[in-house]
């Protein structure tokens, strides 16, 4: 395979080479190199696919920082790989021309305005097309994330798929195991859509075809991961997210438009009534699950840039919690919101566990609030609903309004025996779950319970620390802050 390295070309040259005007993965990143120097770096020095690349990701999140890791020299493959693409809120805001706090706000906005893809003749994508026998994963970095994991996974990867009954479209993203040169397992979800596509497509004694894209813009991803009915084509709102029409030229051997401006396209099908042992593999809940009998997927054809990297994502690490939350954050401020129109937020601060603050105005709406989440989301299982006074991004404020305005016997609610998650490692049947919600608002009303403390607001704004302290002293703390 043609690749970068083989081109004679550092990543350095590569990013500087992306096209500015378009949105596409590398043109993000040579983006965040231009406006944020310090968030992405090179390493040239040889890793190991296997453990090195998520070992140095992990180091980094011990100390706390979180830039995206290109690694030019990968053992085994000419393939560059870039990693930890989102796992800052701020930059993958930005991939939506939002704020971090309005990340939510923004995403809900942009996705009102549907930007449909644009066709083209052909695109970066169609460099190097390999089909048949010219079919080889191996070439493809073997990326082994966690100790327990089967075998090497490719991760950042959205499976494009049509509907044999209805002919929608779906993304979502599938973890693939590497199997061999040309087959991979897939990790379709029970009952969420491209399950739904492929059980219709066993019915009929057909594979399913997909086309795989690895190396998506971060807006083209935060769209694959939209929560909605199975009838909402997330295809028709990556372009809306990235905020102009994506690029699609028709696979080569599939009846799909793929992105043009796509790393790698991997196109096949998943095939009727074959099965094979997947996993343990580490999830995103932070636990190495065991293995399971899952789909598999065959590779026909593999088309991609001449100077193609790899793009990674450690599952369970901040790049891909954040990358999954804003989208499920989005869906559930939506479903609250229609239920109880003064919500303020919704955070979803750890796997299965919504924070959700409302302006409560009529008595009842903390448990409206709850229901309206475990009604709009399947995965989510904990829901902690307080009132507008408390900060939600601040874990401890949340639990203060537990401890001080709930009472266990009058706020709790628990649902048994709900269809949820089956990579909860605390379930007692594989995705049958138990859902509680916790009312933490103040009854009856803010207003009307016990005053929180305080100093007079006269007094606090009057008050200015600088005429009581040393200013040295003053001017230390904020380096401590900092
Ligand atoms: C990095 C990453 C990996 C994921 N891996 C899988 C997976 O292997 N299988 C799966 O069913 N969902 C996986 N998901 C979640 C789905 O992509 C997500 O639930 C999506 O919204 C489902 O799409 P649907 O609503 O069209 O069914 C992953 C998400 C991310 C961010
Ligand atoms: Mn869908």
Redesign the pocket.
């Known amino acids: 395979m043609s690749t970068a390295r083989a081109a004679g070309l550092t990543s350095q040259e590569i990013f500087s080479q992306a096209n500015r005007d378009v949105a596409e993965l590398r043109s993000f990143i040579d983006k965040v190199r231009r406006e944020h120097p310090e968030e992405v770096l090179t390493i040239n020095k040889e890793v190991d696919p296997r453990f090195e690349i998520t070992a140095l990701v992990y180091k980094l999140e011990q100390e706390r920082r979180f830039p995206i890791l290109v690694f030019e020299n990968v053992k085994g493959s000419k393939f560059p790989v870039v990693t930890n693409v989102h796992a800052s809120r701020r930059r993958l805001a930005s991939a939506i021309g939002s704020e971090p706090r309005s990340a939510v706000a923004n995403y809900l906005q942009r996705i009102e305005h549907r930007i449909a893809p644009k066709d083209v003749d052909t695109g970066p994508v169609k460099e190097v097309v390999l089909q048949g026998d010219q079919v080889d994963l191996g070439a493809i970095p073997q990326i082994v994330h966690h100790q327990d994991d089967a075998g090497p996974y490719l991760?950042?990867a959205v499976t494009l798929a049509r509907d044999p009954l209805s002919s929608r479209l779906?993304c979502?993203?599938?973890?693939l195991m590497s199997l061999d040169k040309n087959h991979t397992s897939i990790?379709?979800?029970l009952a969420?859509?491209?399950w739904e596509f492929y059980t219709n497509a066993e019915k009929m004694k057909q594979p399913l075809q997909v086309a795989v894209i690895l190396g998506a813009h971060p807006a083209w991803s935060l769209g694959a991961?939209n929560?909605g009915s199975i009838d909402e084509e997330?295809f028709y709102l990556m372009g809306s997210l990235a905020g102009e029409a994506m690029e699609v030229v028709p696979a080569e051997t599939l009846d799909l438009r793929v992105p043009a401006r796509a790393e790698v396209i991997l196109e096949g099908e998943i095939l009727p009534f074959e099965r094979v042992e997947e996993g343990p593999f580490g999830e995103f809940t932070g636990y190495s699950l065991g293995s399971r009998k899952r789909e598999v997927f065959h590779v026909k054809a593999i088309t991609h840039r001449k100077d193609a990297f790899l793009h990674d994502?450690s599952?369970g690490h901040l790049d891909?919690l954040l990358?999954?939350t804003i989208p499920m954050e989005a869906n559930l401020f939506r479903a609250v919101k229609a239920m109880v129109p003064s919500v303020q937020a919704v955070r979803i601060p750890a796997p299965f566990t919504v924070y959700v603050s409302i302006e409560k105005k009529t008595e009842g709406q903390g448990k409206n609030a709850i229901l309206a989440v475990l009604g709009a989301d399947m995965y989510m299982k904990h829901v902690i609903v307080v009132d507008h006074d408390i900060d939600i991004f601040n874990d401890q404020r949340v639990q203060w309004a537990v401890g001080t305005r709930c009472q266990a016997n009058r706020d709790v609610m628990i649902v048994s025996n709900v269809g949820g998650s089956d990579l909860d490692p605390s379930d007692a049947q594989d995705g049958v779950t138990a859902k509680m919600g916790i009312d933490a608002t103040a009854k009856p009303r803010l207003d009307k319970f016990t005053p929180r403390h305080r100093v007079p607001k006269e007094v606090f704004d009057r008050l200015d620390l600088k005429d009581y302290l040393p200013s040295s002293w003053l001017a230390q703390r904020k380096e401590e802050k900092r």
């Open positions: 991760t950042a779906n979502s993203f599938n973890r990790h379709l979800t969420k859509h491209l991961l929560i997330e994502i599952v891909h990358l999954s």
